[in-house]
C-alpha cells in the first residue's frame, strides 16, 4: 500500500463524444404495416450485410482479439474461473478488519486504489467530495421515566444501554474503536415526552392511528423496522407534530427464526438480542446525495442550501429488541391493542416475552427521555474509481459498489460486493495481460458515503451529467453481494435478457440437482428497480439502465444482522457464506455480464422487455383507479380522464417500434456470427442499432422532475413516495391517484405521453 501518494479530486475520464441527434422520421404506418415492415428489415438486413461482407474490410473493429489469439470464449473462462474462495475471503477479512464509516477510509480508499493498479487497472485515482454529514458525539440517551403522582417525582424506571454486547467469540465486537449506534442525518435533540406505539411507522400505519384518533402531536413514536426506508418513518411522524422517533428490530419480522425457538447468535442463527440496526434517516425518495447541493456536485467552494426539505428536524434513534421490551411492556393497557388494527398490525413478535402491543399514549406519568447528540461537518469523502479503455470512447459500461459501513464488520453490506469486485476486476486484469482489449470502455467505481444517503455515487453521476448522458449503456451495481443463498435482483428491463443469458451459464453452489446453473435455481423474479443503493442517480437522474443483484438470507435461514456489530466477518464465516461460494458466484455473474455487455458488437438490450413492461405499468395505474373509485377514495368528474387511452395507444406503438429494433439487432447478430469480417455497412448498420439502445432509456427522463421531488427525473421509474426502497412504476400518474387529483393526473399522462413519443420516434428514426 502506497498510502502517501496524492491523490486528485477530478476524474480522468475518456475524451467525451458528441453524439449528434437523429433526424425524425415517424412512419405512418398502421400497426400491421408496422409488423410486416420489421420482417421485411430482417430480410433486407441480412441480405444487405452478406453483399458487403467482403468490402471495405474493416476487420478488428468488433474483434475481441484485435488481431491477437484472444476470443471471446476465453474471456468468458476467464472470468468464470478467477474467482477464488480463499482470496475472496481474504479480500473481506481486510474490508471487515476496521471500522470505516463514510469519511473516515481514506487508508481503506487507497489500499483499494492499489490493488486495482496491480490487477492492472493502472489508471485508478482517487476522487473527492465535500459533504455535509453527522457522525455521533456521544451523550445520547433513551430512558423510560415515571412521575408519581402523590410527590410529582420523577425518577428513572428502565435505561437502555444503546450498545450492543461484546461477544467473545466475535473479535469485531470488542474492537475499542467500533462505532456506536446512531442514526445518520439524524437531528440533535433532547425531548421528553409521552409516546405512541406506531406499528411499522408506515404512512398507512399513522394514518390509522389518525383514523382511530390516537394523540400524536407532541409524542414520541416507537416503531419497527421494515416495510418503507427508516427516513420515511421519520419524516411522517415530523408532519403528524411528533418531536422524535425511537426505531427497533421487531423478532416477529425474522420469519420464525427467533430466540424463542433457535439460539441465538454466535451460538446459533437467530438474532442476538442486543442487536441494533444503525442506518441513515435522510427521506431518500425525495432527494439523495449531500443535503446540500441537490442536482450539482459537492465540490470545494459550492454553494451549499438548506437541509429541510432532505433530512429530519426532529431526533431519533436506534435500538434492540432487548431495549425496546421494557418500553413496549410499560404501554400493556394503555389504548388500543394491536389486535384492533388490520392484519399488518398482527405480526409482532415479543408477546411471549409479555408484550401486549398496546398501542398507546403512554398515561402522563410515564414518559421517554430521548437525547441525540450529533456533530454535522462538511468532509471529503473518498470514490475510488478505475478506467479500463475500450475501442469505442462513446460506449461506457459503468460498474460499482460501495465501500463504507455504518460498523467495523459490514462482511454482508457492503463487503462482501467490495470482496467480489476485487475478482471481477482481478479476472479483467488477467484479460488484459493476456492481450484483451475491451470493444466498450468499462469505469468501476467503488464509492463511499451510500450509507448516508449514496452521496458518492450521486454526487459523481451529478458532477459528470453531460458525459454520462452522451456515453453510458449500463451501470451494474452489487451491494449485499452474499448474505445467504438466495439469488435476488432488480433491473431496469432493458437488461432482463441478457441477465437470464447470464444466470443459465453460471454453475449454482447449490448440488442438489446436478450441473444445476444460478438461474436454474432462481425464483426467475426481477423486481422493479426503486433505491437503496447506488444504481438511483444512474437510473432516476441520468436515465441509464441500470442494475442491482446479489445473494439473500433465504427463509427460513441465519438471521442477516443487518447494519450492526454482527454483519462481522466471524458472522460470514459461520452463518453467512461460510465456504465462501456465494461470494464467488456472484463474481461469476457479475463477471460474465461483464463481458457480454463490454464485448458483444450488438448491445445485448431487449427494447420489447421494456416496451412489455410499459404496457402492464399502464395497466396497474388503471386498476389502481378502479379500485379507488370503488372504494369511494376518487372523485371521478370525467370518468374519460381517468382511463389512459392516449398512453395505452402510444406505448403500443412503441411496443412494435421496439419489435422492429430487436428484430434488426438480431439479423447483425445473425451476420456476424456467420463470418469472421465486418463491412463498413455492416458497422454502421451495428452502430445505428447500438445507439437507440443506449439512448432508449434517456428519452423517459422528464428534467422537471416529479412533483415535490424534483430531483428523480425518470417517469417511469422512482423509489415509492413513502417507501424508498420499493420501486414505483409511472409514479406522476400513481400519485395522483393516491391525492384524488384529476387535473394532476391528467398532466402526468400528457408528459408520459411525450416521453414515449421521443422513445418511438428514437427508435424508428
Known amino acids: 500500500m502506497q498510502s502517501n501518494r496524492r491523490f486528485k479530486e477530478n476524474t480522468p475520464l475518456i475524451q467525451r463524444v458528441q453524439v449528434a441527434p437523429h433526424p425524425p422520421r415517424r412512419y405512418p404506418h398502421s400497426r400491421l404495416r408496422l409488423l410486416s415492415t420489421a420482417l421485411l428489415a430482417l430480410v433486407c438486413v441480412v441480405g444487405f450485410g452478406l453483399f458487403f461482407l467482403d468490402v471495405d474490410d474493416i476487420d478488428g473493429v468488433f474483434s475481441l482479439s484485435h488481431k491477437s489469439k484472444f476470443t471471446f470464449s476465453d474471456l468468458n473462462h476467464i472470468v468464470l474461473t478467477t474467482p477464488d474462495q480463499e482470496q475472496v475471503r481474504e479480500w473481506s477479512k481486510y474490508y471487515t478488519s476496521g471500522p470505516h464509516l463514510a469519511g473516515k477510509n481514506l487508508s481503506q ?14 489508471d485508478t485515482s482517487i476522487v473527492a467530495y465535500d459533504v455535509y454529514i453527522n457522525y455521533p458525539k456521544g451523550g445520547n440517551r433513551l430512558a423510560l421515566l415515571e412521575t408519581r403522582p402523590d410527590t410529582g417525582k420523577t425518577a428513572v424506571k428502565f435505561e437502555a444501554s444503546l450498545e450492543e454486547d461484546i461477544l467473545e467469540e466475535d473479535p469485531t465486537t470488542s474492537l475499542p474503536n467500533r462505532i456506536p449506534t446512531f442514526h445518520g442525518y439524524s437531528a440533535s435533540g433532547n425531548v421528553t415526552a409521552q409516546y ?14 389518525v383514523k382511530a384518533n390516537v394523540s400524536l402531536e407532541g409524542k414520541i413514536a416507537v416503531v419497527r ?34 430466540e424463542r425457538t433457535n ?106 427521555n430521548l437525547v441525540n447528540q450529533q456533530e454535522y461537518v462538511t468532509t471529503p469523502l473518498w470514490n475510488v474509481i478505475g478506467i479500463i479503455n475500450g475501442t469505442l470512447s462513446d460506449e461506457v459500461i459503468v460498474l460499482g459498489n460501495h465501500r463504507d459501513a455504518w460498523i467495523a464488520g459490514g462482511a454482508a453490506d457492503p463487503n462482501s460486493g ?42 459523481w453521476v451529478e458532477e459528470y451529467l453531460p458525459w454520462l448522458s452522451d456515453a453510458a449503456v449500463a451501470y451494474v451495481n452489487v451491494d449485499v453481494g452474499a448474505a445467504g443463498s438466495l439469488f435476488g435482483t432488480a433491473a431496469a428491463p432493458l437488461l432482463n435478457k441478457v441477465l437470464i443469458e ?38 432516476d437522474f441520468a436515465g441509464v439502465p441500470s442494475l442491482d443483484m446479489g445473494f439473500k438470507t433465504a427463509k427460513p435461514g441465519p438471521i442477516y444482522q443487518y447494519h450492526s456489530n454482527y454483519d462481522s466477518f466471524h458472522w460470514m464465516d459461520y452463518f453467512g457464506d461460510p465456504d465462501w461460494v456465494y461470494h464467488t458466484t456472484i463474481a461469476k455473474v457479475w463477471g460474465l455480464l461483464t463481458a457480454k455487455l463490454v464485448d458483444s458488437p450488438v448491445i445485448p438490450f431487449n427494447a420489447t422487455d421494456y416496451a412489455v413492461a410499459l404496457q402492464t405499468y399502464v395497466k396497474d395505474v388503471k386498476s389502481q383507479v378502479a379500485k379507488a373509485a370503488e372504494d369511494g377514495e376518487l372523485a371521478v368528474n370525467d370518468i374519460e380522464a381517468w382511463k389512459l387511452n392516449k398512453l395505452a395507444r402510444v406505448v403500443e406503438d412503441l411496443h ?44 423517459f427522463i422528464y428534467q422537471d422532475g416529479l ?35 384529476e387535473a394532476n393526473f391528467r398532466k402526468w399522462e400528457e408528459i408520459v405521453v411525450e416521453r414515449v413519443k421521443a422513445a418511438i420516434k428514437l427508435l424508428e428514426g
Not at 480508499?109 to 493502472?122: K, L, P
Not at 388490520?342 to 398507546?360: A, D, H, P, R, T
Not at 444466470?503 to 433505491?531: C, E, F, M, R
Not at 430531483?711 to 417507501?723: D, L, S
Open 109 to 122: 480508499a487507497e489500499w483499494t486504489r492499489d490493488r486495482w493498479q496491480e490487477f492492472g487497472v493502472e
Open 418 to 459: 467490495s470482496a467480489a469486485f476485487n475478482e471481477v476486476i482481478r479476472g479483467l486484469g488477467i484479460a488484459l495481460s493476456q492481450g484483451w482489449k475491451p470493444l466498450r470502455t468499462i469505469v468501476l467505481a467503488s464509492w463511499d458515503g451510500e450509507e448516508y444517503g449514496l452521496i458518492g455515487s450521486t454526487e
Open 196 to 209: 405512541v406505539w406506531a406499528n411499522y411507522g408506515t404512512f398507512k400505519d399513522f394514518d390509522d392511528l
Open 656 to 699: 412494435v417500434a421496439s419489435i422492429m429494433l430487436d428484430s434488426e439487432a438480431a439479423a447483425l447478430k445473425a451476420i456476424l456470427s456467420s463470418s469472421t469480417t465486418s463491412s463498413a455497412e455492416l458497422y454502421s448498420q451495428i452502430t445505428t442499432v447500438n445507439t437507440k439502445y443506449k439512448y432508449l432509456e434517456r428519452q
Open 502 to 539: 447470464t444466470l443459465q451459464s453460471v454453475p449454482s453452489p447449490n448440488t442438489t440437482v446436478a450441473d444445476q446453473t444460478v438461474y436454474d435455481v432462481w425464483k426467475k423474479h426481477i423486481s422493479t428497480i426503486g433505491s437503496g443503493s447506488d444504481f438511483t442517480a444512474f437510473q
Open 225 to 258: 423496522y421494515e416495510h418503507v426506508f427508516r427516513g420515511l418513518k421519520v419524516k411522517r411522524a415530523q408532519e403528524l407534530g411528533m418531536i422524535g422517533v425511537v426505531i427497533y428490530t421487531d423478532p416477529g419480522d425474522d420469519g420464525g427464526v427467533t
Open 707 to 741: 412533483d415535490d421531488r424534483s430531483w428523480f427525473k425518470h417517469v417511469v421509474y422512482a423509489p415509492g413516495r413513502w417507501t424508498g426502497y420499493a420501486g414505483a412504476t409511472l409514479p406522476g400518474l400513481v400519485e395522483s391517484v393516491e391525492d384524488n387529483d
Open 263 to 368: 439460539a441465538t447468535y454466535p451460538d446459533g442463527p437467530a438474532r442476538e438480542p442486543n442487536s441494533v440496526q444503525r442506518g441513515s434517516v435522510q427521506f431518500l425518495s425525495y432527494a439523495p446525495g449531500d443535503p446540500t447541493t441537490p442536482g450539482y456536485p459537492s465540490k470545494p467552494g459550492c454553494p451549499r442550501s438548506d437541509t429541510a426539505h432532505a433530512i429530519p428536524q426532529i431526533p431519533s434513534i436506534p435500538i434492540s429488541y432487548e431495549d425496546a421490551l421494557p418500553i413496549l411492556r410499560a404501554l400493556n393497557g394503555h389504548g388500543p391493542k394491536a389486535t384492533d388494527f388490520n392484519e399488518f398490525w398482527q405480526s409482532g413478535g415479543l408477546g411471549y416475552k409479555g408484550v401486549e402491543y398496546n398501542i398507546g399514549p403512554s398515561p402522563p406519568e410515564l414518559t421517554l
